[in-house]
């Protein structure tokens, strides 16, 4: 290309690129370690994961917090209530609208989840100073308050 028009950068300089191979990546390891672990696909242990950290979330909720489209975390939520590991609860201010709760079985394979997670971050961010890693997780911060202010989820 002439000097005028130069050619666009390539693809993987992209920090957008590089983050969303570095999360296809991860979810490739940690869907591994799931099923060998605790016997749940990703958006299984994803789901658990976000309904055990989220209180009272609906589907549309807990796609967004679990990463998933609506589908998928509809069909995982209900694999999980056909497991006996979270239960629907209707909502006190809108009968047509259900919580996701974990059952006490639930909530006791969500710690286990919640143990593989701490150990894939920490493995992930192992490269990383102790420094380094408190500067990567203010400057997500800052990405993610900015993100979710241009991008505001439904409620619902």
């Not at 696909?41 to 309904?51: M, Q």
């Not at 971050?121 to 241009?150: I, V």
Request: aromatic fraction near 6%.
């Amino acid at each position: 290309m002439s000097e005028r028009c130069p050619s666009p950068p390539a693809l993987e300089r992209f920090f957008t690129y590089r983050l969303n191979t570095l999360a296809k990546l991860n979810d490739m390891a940690t869907h591994a370690v799931y099923l060998a672990e605790v016997g749940l696909g990703l958006s299984e242990a994803r789901t658990l994961s976000s309904i055990g950290s989220f209180p009272q979330l609906t589907v549309n909720q807990l796609a967004f917090e679990a990463n998933l489209d609506k589908g998928q975390a509809s069909r995982a939520a209900q694999s999980l209530v056909d497991k006996g590991l979270v239960q629907k609860v209707a909502s006190p201010l809108d009968g047509r609208s259900v919580f996701l709760v974990l059952t006490p079985r639930g909530r006791t394979l969500w710690r286990k989840v919640m143990v593989l997670v701490e150990r894939r971050n920490r493995a992930l961010t192992s490269c990383l100073s102790e420094d380094e890693y408190h500067q990567l997780l203010d400057m997500f911060e800052r990405m993610l308050a900015q993100a979710k202010a241009a991008h505001r989820p439904e409620k619902a």
